[in-house]
């Protein structure tokens, strides 16, 4: 005699089941016709596009949000060289300041799978095939050059090639291209000490738990020059194969890409990039080059 | 004299559970404490082995004033073996560990000559094969008679056993109070606070009625059991005969 | 030995009744669970995500690549596992009889010792962990011990808090019957400790002991902020460089292979305790 417990339960199971075999798909965002349209096609409609609230461009990026590419750790008082490229992207896109609104987010959430809560994220994402097949990469807007800091009078300063870098212990923030040259580039024998973040990995250099650190070249001058007492740069790791190069990072085929990498297409040929690199980034030149 | 309790006070908070007790046990003697729930027995028991402290009056044993506070404790039961209700043996250990925790560790005994004594005892009391049971394979009067044998090891001058027998099935309580009775002609001292009135009648030489903290009546165990002075003893008697242990 | 006993029909008759109730008991539940097996697999499978998410979290390629550092990072946590268990035990067991001490004389003792106790348990251990690893060092005394052990101490002094408190539980749980035992035999206050109070308490306590060193198995990771390289952190490294998160994937099904061995101890300590310690109090 099968009880009145277990007819109810199947009947919910069966309930259930139907529900689920015709759920409609949430949050379906099928791609437009853009995908094939060509260039400057009228699908990059000013003000008009397929973003997360229409008429505003949502921007991402995390926090703290370091100089020299932000300021006062606020994106959105356009100041810092990537808060300067952001707002310069959406004003080509047709979103004037007023319409722009900035999003907090962690490294982790900007490249998960799933619904993004930024139209496109700038935080410093270097270019490549492996990411690639996870996200959307608009065309670069700045070439990025990995640099060795160090505090004077440690094992490493003073030190003219890569083969003197080679005893030292050696840290990078974690997830980076910068922990990425340690590795593959200099190929210390002490393993890379690796930190949740640059301000961690400054600490422990004034701690002398590190010998040096390895950030992009902006933020060598920056650290080296405001931040750090004793800071001084050893010199600049050499480019190997393919430039290292910063793009914005969009969701996996998302129909903004294309009028994304447009618009800092447009920066780059119009000198707009050259003129912020000069504001922003000045006195990034002149570090000596390690062999 | 081998225990002398003089005018001996125990407070716990607002209740006084001895009131200017005084009690005298000479060698070779068994005093059995009889009384109510409440009455001190207990309380008396533990303040002679010193796990109490006496809140006035004093306590010598062998002529030593145990309730100095300069005494060592430690020492003093040394002397001293205690049974209690609940047997309380040591869960982790065998009988055998049991019993040769104190030789090895208070007494210094080197540990063969400890398990070999401990073997003796345990032959004597029928329990030799239960030497490496651990206590929750044992029925309750089993554990009791390990529970004494742990005492007796270490040659004390005084044993106190404390309602040994009331935790026990009746069948039981023959095997534990067979056991005192082998120790009491071999000319043990032994106190026992007891509700067994008629091994209290068999076993005693003195019996000692506590009501309220005091002694309210002494004397052989003819004259308190059978034919007690006071009214009180007797009210008390009487109620214990009608619940059929006398 | 008496003879084997023949059940009566009407005995035979409940036990065939048990039988095929017992029966149809397990025939409902294994549909059940195949029926809510579907489900959730159609349901996930089905989702309109779901390409995606078994890219990112279930990529084979990427799985055995990064299996050598995560595997390696491992390394560091079983290291720091043993040696930080075995030294936060041991403190957590010294601060727990230095609580139980009676006595008026000892009371700087004991307050010290519960400060301790309080404060640990109350502050976060990454912050902890911070203060040891980044702070320590700042002060540039002679002979600051590298990174790793000053982690491992941040783990060491926050877990003996914990298990300073679990093992107190222990011992207060002992019943003081088994102390006037003991004291009635002789035995000093030391001696009552260390062969019967204590012995009693750590196999009472050492279900919530060992899960304490289960979830220490986890916490031990977080040295990597420091900038040592466990297995998470190298899971981290992985998923950064691809944007693909399977290396977490690998780490924790490494971390539960980790785990299993010790759940597996727990257990069969927690069965060999609960048989013992009920013997005549």
């Known amino acids: 005699m099968v009880s009145r417990n277990t007819v109810a339960a199947l009947g919910s199971a069966a309930v259930m089941l139907a529900a689920v075999a015709g759920c409609a798909p949430a949050d379906e965002t099928a791609p437009t016709a853009t995908a094939s349209a060509s260039a400057s096609g009228p699908a990059c409609a000013p003000g008009g596009l397929d973003t997360l609230t229409p008429g505003k461009l949502t921007i991402g990026t995390d926090n703290p949000a370091y100089p020299p590419w932000f300021a006062d750790n606020k994106p959105s008082n356009g100041k810092g060289f990537e808060s300067a490229v952001a707002y310069n992207v959406a004003e080509r896109l047709g979103y004037p300041a007023a319409n722009v609104t900035w999003t907090q987010v962690p490294f982790n959430n900007a490249i998960a799978p799933g619904p993004k809560t930024y139209d496109f994220d700038i935080n410093q994402f270097s270019i490549t095939d492996e990411r690639k097949q996870a996200v959307d990469f608009s065309s670069p807007y700045y070439l990025v050059r990995q640099t060795v800091i160090t505090t004077k009078g440690s094992k490493v300063d003073g030190v003219t090639n890569i083969a003197g870098l080679k005893d030292a212990k050696l840290g990078a923030q974690v997830g980076t291209t910068s922990l990425q040259a340690i590795n593959e580039l200099i190929k210390p024998s002490a393993k890379a000490q690796v930190f949740n973040s640059n301000d961690d990995a400054k600490k422990a250099l004034q701690n002398g738990t590190v010998d040096g650190l390895v950030v992009d070249l902006p933020t060598a001058f920056y650290m080296t020059g405001a931040e750090l007492d004793n800071g001084v740069i050893v010199g600049q790791l050499p480019q190997v194969g393919v430039p290292e190069q910063f793009g914005l990072v969009l969701d996996k085929d998302s129909p903004l890409t294309e009028c994304v990498s447009e618009a800092v297409d447009q920066l780059r040929q119009d000198g707009t990039l050259a003129v912020l690199e000069k504001t922003w980034l000045a006195g990034t030149n002149g570090a000596p080059e390690l062999q | ?246 | 030995m008496t003879a084997l006993h023949t059940p009566s029909d009407v005995e035979r008759g409940r036990i065939a009744y048990r039988r095929r109730r017992a029966v149809r008991s397990v025939l409902l539940a294994a549909a059940s669970t195949a029926v809510l097996g579907t489900l959730l697999v159609v349901a996930v499978t089905g989702s309109p995500g779901w390409d995606r998410v078994r890219t990112s979290f279930f990529n084979a390629e990427i799985a055995k690549e990064s299996f050598p550092a995560v595997l390696e990072g491992l390394w560091l946590n079983i290291r720091m596992l043993v040696v930080c268990a075995v030294l936060a035990l041991a403190l957590g067991l010294f601060i727990a009889v230095l609580r139980t001490l009676r006595g008026p004389v000892f009371f700087p003792v004991r307050a010290m010792a519960t400060l301790y106790t309080y404060a640990f348990r109350g502050i976060p251990l990454i912050i902890v962990i911070y203060l040891f690893a980044f702070g320590i060092p700042g002060l540039r005394l002679q002979g600051t011990p590298g990174v790793l052990v000053l982690g491992g101490a941040a783990l060491v002094v926050t877990y003996g808090a914990y298990l300073a408190e679990v093992f107190r539980a222990g011992i207060e749980s002992v019943h003081p019957s088994q102390l006037a035992a003991a004291r009635s035999l002789g035995l000093t206050y030391r001696q009552t400790m260390r062969h019967v109070v204590l012995p009693q308490a750590v196999r009472r306590v050492a279900p919530p002991l060992l899960n304490d060193t289960v979830a220490l198995q986890k916490d031990v990771g977080l040295v990597s902020l420091a900038g040592p390289i466990d297995a998470v952190r190298a899971a981290q490294i992985a998923t950064a460089e691809n944007f693909n998160y399977t290396p977490y994937l690998v780490a924790a099904v490494l971390f539960v292979l980790l785990a299993l061995p010790l759940i597996a101890v727990t257990d069969w300590v927690t069965l060999r305790a609960a048989r013992r310690q009920n013997a005549g109090t």
């Open chain 2, 1 to 246: 004299m081998l225990l002398s309790v003089d005018r001996v006070r125990k407070v716990f908070g607002p209740a006084v559970v001895l009131d200017d007790l005084s009690l005298a046990v000479d060698e070779h003697q068994v005093v059995a404490l009889i009384g109510a729930s409440g009455s001190g027995k207990s309380t008396l028991l533990r303040c002679v082995n010193l796990l109490e402290r006496v809140d006035d009056g004093t306590i010598t044993l062998d002529g030593e004033d145990i309730t100095d506070p300069r005494v060592d404790p430690d020492v003093v039961r040394r002397r001293i073996g205690m049974v209690f209700q609940s047997y309380n043996l040591f869960p982790h250990m065998t009988v055998l560990g049991n019993i040769t925790l104190a030789p090895t560790r208070v007494h210094k005994r080197a540990a063969a000559e400890a398990r070999e004594k401990a073997m003796e005892w345990l032959t004597r009391v029928g329990l030799a094969d239960k030497a490496d049971s651990y206590p929750d394979r044992l029925s309750g009067g089993q554990q009791q008679r390990v529970a004494i044998v742990r005492a007796l090891v270490n040659n004390p001058r005084l044993m106190l056993l404390d309602e040994v027998t009331s935790a026990l099935d009746p069948e039981l309580v023959g095997e534990v109070l067979t056991m005192i009775r082998d120790l009491k002609s071999e000319g043990m001292t032994m106190v026992l606070a007891t509700h067994e009135m008629g091994f209290a009648r068999q076993v005693a030489d003195r019996v000692v009625f506590l009501d309220g903290g005091r002694v309210l009546e002494a004397g052989p165990p003819a004259q308190v059991l059978g034919d007690p002075v006071e009214p009180r003893t007797r009210q008390f008697l009487s109620r214990i005969i009608e619940a059929g242990r006398l």
